[in-house]
């Protein structure tokens, strides 16, 4: 236990000493950022991650249920920091919490969709228990506990990501694209027509849940990458574009994956140029900057019709 | 904070903590803040609008780091954010049915994108020691006489708009379509609507931190709409539990070495709790006197 209590803040601490590497360092430093073993890790985490995120994110938007993600970033906060202070690798907490609420949210529902009312009565409680958390763990006898952590969960420290953390990134976020994948297809029916998909025999209540579960785990693994408090735009960002660019989902489905992926490269490659600029932020940017040039675009209308008529 | 110990003499405990300055700030400051925050919350709720809500509520963190960053004064980062977010929000509903799958999509990126914003800000300005936390989770010490004006002038005029406009926002929330036959102008109201929301945010923010203000938005006005069904009743039981829940918080917190907004939240969610827990009760209770009038659905029953 002790051993996993000093990795998780040996990780904090290895990000604020990269963080505050990259941003002393003048421009000689950008050159070799490419090479830095940390950037590698990062760069193949993100990658996965984002791609996790595209998938489940594209049914998130087309389920309406973006809310559920705002509330999951909240509990990412709350679990992580139980974690810390509870003297437990910091993933656990993240991974537990996350999976923990999303069934809940699916139980207290009707039909695997939570009223917005009480998803937001519970996660402004989850918060203010993570405050709690983050108060035990900065103020604990032991003197471990740094304030750093707390901003680290909230932000992202995707340089901060050792080997052997971004290869568990990496297989959990290749299992939640597997899972999206097979499930893509009763799922969207689910989706677009609910009625019939469960008069068909799909089973609707099952694949909602078995949904929510997904998001939770791709909830806690960006949390790695972006921080808990960011990671509802690499879900929503990429997913809404997808929606807005085209009508067929699974052509919808393969671009907000794809638009995900290159999002997190174009922000990691932002970041290592500029150091002053986090990680974190210039994936969102690179996110919100594709969102918004899709609004651009005159809309046709018939998928707008699918979109407001099912959604 | 450690010191001072609750006794259960409770004039004597609160003749104490009047004896301090920063305490009669953070108690007058928590009163405005709480009335202010669950007027505004309650149509909140009532309108469904708690995703908006709660993105408008958390711009209150880049708005505070742009003015740290930048020098200018932190009020005027507050509200000069959150109001711009308001009307962010309000141009990207135009035309869009609420609740749909591309507003919640923009909504997102929009909140996502602003703290994203907030973080950058603050890595940028290295000053701070401590970090983001403060601006996120809100500190109820060192609250200043000037920033209790501030708050008291600000909360009146977002009281007087909601006053001025809450008949037909009512109206208009409760049943847009009718609302918008009978020539009620819907469209503007919501638009103004999301200005006050932005508003008392910026208002609330300033003392629970950027995160935790949602807390006192949603909860109080939850628990009061499933108490009773009746407006002005529920309007004003929602202020009365906010701003109960927040001096209690306030106690709580100076005895405590815990943070203010972990004792708001966990009293209000308790009370959220109970609400529902005595609803349950009410109809359970309800079913079975209608089925005792009825013997032979009891016998179906057992």
């Not at chain 1, 994956?257 to 932020?281: D, H, K, N, R």
């Not at chain 2, 006192?216 to 829940?245: E, K, N």
């Not at chain 2, 939240?265 to 709790?273: E, P």
Request: overall charge positive.
């Amino acid at each position: 236990m002790n051993a996993l209590l000093a990795s998780a803040s040996a990780s904090a601490s290895a990000s604020a000493s990269v963080a505050s590497a990259a941003t002393s360092g003048a421009s000689g430093m950008t050159t070799s950022v490419w090479a830095q073993p940390f950037f590698h890790h990062a760069l193949l985490a993100g990658t996965f991650i984002a791609l996790a995120a595209g998938l489940v994110g594209y049914f998130l938007v087309l389920r309406a249920q973006v809310f559920t993600g705002d509330a999951l970033s909240h509990v990412a906060f709350t679990g992580a920091m139980a974690a810390l202070a509870g003297g437990y690798d910091l993933r656990l907490g993240l991974f537990v919490g996350c999976v923990l609420v999303a069934l809940l949210l699916a139980g207290v529902g009707r039909r695997g969709k939570a009223d917005d009312v009480v998803i937001g009565s519970a996660f402004a409680w989850v918060l203010g228990l993570g405050s709690f958390f983050l108060t035990l763990y900065t103020t604990s006898a032991s003197g471990l506990g740094d304030g750093g952590a707390g901003t680290s969960v909230l932000f992202g420290s995707i340089f901060g990501l050792d080997g052997g953390q971004a290869l568990v990134a990496v297989l959990v976020a290749l299992a939640v694209a597997v899972a999206v994948l097979l499930i893509a297809r009763p799922l969207l029916f689910a989706t677009l027509d609910e009625n019939v998909a469960a008069a068909r025999g799909v089973p609707v209540k099952a694949l909602g849940l078995g949904f929510l579960v997904l998001v939770g785990v791709t909830a806690g693994e960006a949390t790695q990458a972006v921080g808990s408090l960011l990671l509802l735009g690499l879900l929503a960002a990429p997913a809404g574009a997808a929606v807005r660019l085209t009508d067929r989902p699974f052509h919808g489905l393969a671009l907000a994956a794809g638009l995900a992926v290159g999002e997190m490269w174009a922000g990691l490659a932002l970041s290592a140029w500029i150091p002053q600029c986090p990680p974190s932020f210039a994936v969102m940017a690179a996110a919100t900057a594709v969102y918004a040039a899709t609004w651009l675009r005159p809309r046709r209308a018939s998928r707008s019709s699918l979109v407001v008529a099912r959604g | 904070m450690g010191s001072p110990v609750l006794s259960w003499n409770l004039l004597d405990d609160f003749q104490l903590m009047w004896s301090y300055p920063f305490m009669v700030n953070a108690f007058r400051a928590g009163a405005i803040v709480a009335v202010v925050a669950g007027a505004v919350g309650w149509f909140m709720v009532l309108r469904r609008q708690t995703f908006a809500g709660h993105t408008l509520s958390v711009v209150a963190f880049p708005g505070a780091a742009l003015a740290t960053l930048a020098g200018f004064s932190l009020s005027l980062g507050y509200f000069g954010f959150c109001i711009a977010a308001a009307l962010a929000v309000a141009a990207l509903r135009r035309g869009r049915e609420p609740g749909g799958s591309e507003e919640s999509a923009a909504t997102g990126t929009v909140q996502a994108f602003l703290l994203a914003c907030g973080y950058l800000f603050m890595a940028l300005y290295k000053g701070l020691l401590e970090g983001p936390q403060s601006l996120l989770f809100g500190s109820f010490l060192g609250i200043t006489g000037g920033q209790v004006t501030v708050l008291a002038v600000a909360g009146v005029v977002v009281l007087a708009a909601l006053a001025a406009i809450g008949r037909p926002l009512l109206f208009a929330s409760v049943d847009p379509q009718v609302a918008a036959a009978r020539g009620v102008p819907v469209r503007l109201l919501s638009v103004a609507f999301l200005v006050l929301l932005g508003a008392a945010t910026a208002e609330a923010a300033q003392i629970t931190g950027a995160l935790l203000v949602f807390a006192l938005m949603v909860l109080p006005a939850a628990t009061a709409q499933v108490l009773t069904a009746r407006p002005g009743l529920s309007l004003l039981l929602t202020v009365a539990i906010g701003f109960a829940v927040t001096w209690a918080g306030l106690v709580a917190a100076f005895y405590q070495p815990y943070p203010l907004g972990f004792f708001v939240t966990s009293f209000a969610f308790a009370l959220f709790l109970l609400a529902h827990g005595a609803r349950a009760v009410a109809r359970a209770r309800e079913r079975r006197r209608a089925e005792s009038g009825r013997p032979v659905l009891v016998g179906s029953a057992a």
